[in-house]
């Protein structure tokens, strides 16, 4: 019987043997460490004999690689140890050259960027849509690609995230029918749905809707150490050898096997239990979901958003609660949730909450988040002031390709004095946490514009050294 787990059961084996450890990692098999980490020390061991070459696998990783390939439906897996951002650097570089144009969402992950910036590639960006109930950016249009497409027809490669932070996904089967017609890859940042493949009720992988490739945080929704992630593509990807050579460069040449194996195991887990929790945790999403729709003054949302958006699917993992009729926003809710109830959420905005189960979450678990809700939403029923909505930010205008600005010096200026000038740090207000302004790109008398109504506006300003946006980095 093919062993289905052959990098955990090769440090098992080592585990037992009870070697003179003589080599790397210095702490010998735990020795100096604490108790609660000696036992995963015990398997925390360097490319020794039997443990396979990550950058050039031909035993227990190559075997271990095929089986997770096998089990997503992927052409090849690669088991990525400095997580899913490193599979987005790894794409970007294998499917772009210095110069090339790559179409991408506004509000993509900040990867998206360092994959830029290693790539040389230059960015032509979706128009972000946000939706207005929730204030965010949920889903990626076919339509909004194709009039992308048309109007730059240098474009190499087209990436999207689907599903987006908060579960919703885009069409990526029409996304994927569109960019065939003008012969172009599709690769997605599916961070947060490597469970989907396991599941005929939740939305389907991005492979098996004709994704050229798609990356996974496999620790976002798998039983699985924090950073391990996962890079698929399927059958005849364009550009095999430059994307060994990318993942191989991107890799410390110490991976923790440790991590390696937490993902083996997760994967054979999946594969034998994942569809059974993932039933249940679908059941239980479908019945809080109601009951906290009863809760007056809260509105979680569901399949009602694909009536009024490009949603294709709603992952049932994330819990995505407005709350119209409390007196209290998000930020406080959450506050009161984490210091009253000893409740931590995954995130919040003015306007919503965002709780992100799991498959391993018990009925306990989803009874308690509820019955907080409903305890706080009593003491707080009432109408508040809808926050001014944070408008969208203008097109920006690219000057300089992210590698080159972060390779420019740059020097700080008064706000107030960067008209035209080429930005040399982000800029993105929060809502809706698209930027409107990144490293290389002009900030236009439009752009300024918008900078000085963000500071009025109270929205929470990322990515600039200067927190209050009084002053701004630019290309000197």
């Known amino acids: 019987m093919q062993d289905q787990t052959p990098i955990f059961s090769a440090l098992c084996r080592y585990s037992k043997a009870d070697h003179l450890r003589l080599h790397m990692p210095g702490h010998a098999g735990g020795r100096g460490m604490n108790e609660m980490l000696q036992e995963v020390a015990a398997i925390d061991v360097t490319e020794v004999a039997g443990m396979d070459d990550f950058h050039l696998p031909q035993g227990i990783i190559a075997e271990s690689q ?93 990436f999207i995230t689907s599903p987006s932070y908060f579960g919703t996904c885009s069409d990526v089967t029409a996304i994927t029918e569109l960019a065939e017609r003008y012969d172009l890859a599709v690769l997605v940042d599916e961070a947060h749905g490597a469970h989907f493949p396991f599941h005929e009720d939740y939305p389907a992988s991005a492979l098996a809707q004709g994704a050229t490739a798609a990356v996974n945080g496999l620790h976002k929704t798998w039983p699985v150490l924090n ?113 009253q109830y000893h409740i931590q959420l995954e995130m919040e905005t003015e306007l919503v909450i965002l709780a992100m189960f799991s498959p391993f979450h018990e009925v306990e678990d989803w009874e308690r988040f509820y019955l907080a809700l409903q305890e706080i939403a009593a003491g707080y029923a009432g109408k508040k002031n809808r926050p001014r909505q944070v408008e969208a930010p203008p097109a920006p205008q690219v000057v300089l390709s992210p590698r080159r600005a972060y390779q420019s010096a740059k020097i ?65």
């Open 227 to 339: 950073q391990g992630g996962s890079l698929h593509v399927k059958k005849g990807f364009p550009e095999p050898a430059r994307l060994h050579q990318a993942v191989s460069l991107l890799t410390t040449t110490s991976p923790s096997y440790p991590l390696l194996a937490s993902m083996e195991l997760a994967r054979l887990f999946m594969e034998q239990e994942g569809h059974k929790k993932l039933e249940q945790a679908r059941r239980w999403s479908v019945e809080y979901r109601k009951k906290i729709n009863q809760i007056k003054g809260l509105h979680c949302h569901a399949d009602e958003l694909k009536a009024r958006t490009a949603i294709s699917g709603i992952d049932p993992l994330k819990i995505v609660i407005s709350l119209p009729g409390l007196t209290l926003n998000g930020y406080q809710l959450s506050a009161i949730l984490r210091e």
């Open 412 to 476: 700080n200026v008064a706000l107030a004095a960067s008209r035209n000038m080429i930005s040399g740090e982000m800029v993105a207000g929060y809502p809706p946490g698209i930027p409107c302004l990144l490293p290389g790109e002009r900030i236009s008398e439009e752009i300024l514009d918008y900078l000085f109504y963000l500071k009025r506006s109270g929205a929470r300003i990322q990515g600039p050294s200067d927190a209050k946006l009084d002053h701004i980095m630019v290309i000197e």
């Open 66 to 158: 095929r089986l997770l390939a096998r089990a997503v439906g992927a052409g090849e897996s690669f088991y990525l140890v400095n997580g899913a951002s490193s599979g987005i650097h790894a794409l970007l570089m294998s499917m772009t050259a210095d110069g090339d144009s790559v179409l991408l969402p506004r509000n993509c992950h900040r990867s998206f960027y360092g994959g830029m910036v290693l790539s040389g590639a230059m960015p032509s960006y979706i128009p972000g849509r946000i939706d207005d109930e929730m204030g965010l950016e949920l889903a990626v249009k076919a339509a909004e690609v194709e009039q992308c497409l048309a109007a730059n027809p240098e474009v190499k490669a087209v």
